[in-house]
């Protein structure tokens, strides 16, 4: 399904204004930007604004041809009488109460709602989101059971039926992906912030049973959420906190590499995951054209063998990247 077009991937969680508003016509700028530069795989979830995304995407996708889409489920929207002016970090979020659900019916349900929110007809990928996830509390047997025990048929008569072509995981951790890889139906797993110049407990760990189950990976979070973007600097983020002392010595190494090749870190960030072939797609995410122009230039950049053959040499990526 996804080819050699869809190798970037735009992201549409700040769309929905994450971290910081954005107003429609900024949004719609950026998805415009996007496809006037190539960009045919568009990524969303009921999580990103309650359903925001969702319906600003479909509602640009609804007029183009050619395109492919991932949305998610495992989250349900209830109404919220009083919600608050900022939901998980979104300003634009719609006034709704998320509620985690793996079963059969709750999947069955989350699709027919992001459908109806898209306004389209199909979804091409269809992500189970955040399973096996401490932080959001899905950690849990319980949770395990409604997916394994009846959440399961649900996405074979889902594919089966044609409302979806691939069906996976959208995850941020290596250890649910091996849990789950030979329990569920999968095709494709997003894992965000595993496999980048910072992090590559996906590769050692991960690679050789996708190969062998022929599973491949979408890649989210190359900037390990902002470090890899910003650089060693005070204040950097790794994985959403501060960056420890470790890491910005890591960063620091990498960063020098990178400038005895004249090449930016973020550069290099952006294109190292799409280097091995278990990547199908590497997802970016702004709600700023001038940040995704920036990406996108980067993505298009010319690198050096060299680059990658002295960042190995040092042993800050892994052999067979």
């Known amino acids: 399904m996804l080819n050699d077009t869809h190798r970037i991937a735009l992201g549409t969680a700040a769309l929905a204004g994450l971290y910081r508003p954005v107003t429609r016509a900024a949004a719609w700028e950026v998805l415009e930007t996007a496809w006037e530069r190539g960009i045919r795989y568009f990524d969303t979830a009921p999580h990103y604004g309650n359903g925001a995304a969702e319906s600003l995407v479909g509602e640009f996708l609804?007029?183009?041809?050619?395109?492919?889409?991932?949305?998610?489920?495992?989250?349900?929207?209830?109404?919220?009488?009083?919600?608050?002016?900022?939901?998980?970090g979104f300003h634009n979020a719609w006034p709704f109460q998320q509620h985690f659900d793996y079963s059969y019916d709750g999947i069955m349900r989350s699709v027919e709602d992001s459908l109806q929110r898209l306004g389209l007809n199909r979804i091409d990928i269809l992500f189970i989101h955040d399973i096996g996830d401490a932080q959001a509390g899905t950690d849990t047997p319980e949770h395990r059971a409604q997916l394994l025990q009846s959440g399961v048929r649900a996405l074979d008569e889902l594919r089966a039926g044609g409302t979806v072509r691939a069906v996976g995981l959208g995850v941020n951790t290596v250890e649910i992906c091996e849990e789950m890889i030979g329990q569920m139906p999968m095709d494709l797993i997003l894992l965000a912030g595993r496999y980048t110049l910072l992090d590559q407990a996906a590769q050692h760990r991960l690679f050789a049973r996708l190969i062998a189950e022929d599973i491949r990976l979408v890649i989210g979070g190359v900037f390990n959420s902002g470090i890899l973007a910003t650089g060693p600097k005070e204040g950097a983020h790794f994985n959403y906190a501060p960056a420890s002392a470790e890491i910005l010595a890591r960063t620091r190494q990498i960063e020098a590499i990178c400038t005895t090749h004249n090449v930016p870190l973020a550069a290099a960030a952006i294109q190292f995951p799409g280097r091995h072939p278990?990547?199908?797609?590497?997802?970016?995410?702004?709600?700023?054209?001038?940040?995704?122009?920036?990406?996108?230039?980067?993505?298009?950049?010319?690198?050096?063998a060299a680059l990658w053959q002295d960042l190995q040499a040092s042993g800050l990526i892994e052999t067979g990247a």
């Open 62 to 88: 609804r007029s183009r041809n050619d395109w492919v889409l991932s949305t998610k489920v495992g989250r349900l929207l209830r109404p919220d009488p009083s919600p608050p002016a900022v939901i998980n």
């Open 278 to 304: 278990v990547v199908a797609s590497t997802l970016i995410g702004t709600g700023k054209v001038t940040s995704l122009l920036r990406n996108l230039d980067q993505v298009d950049m010319p690198l050096p």
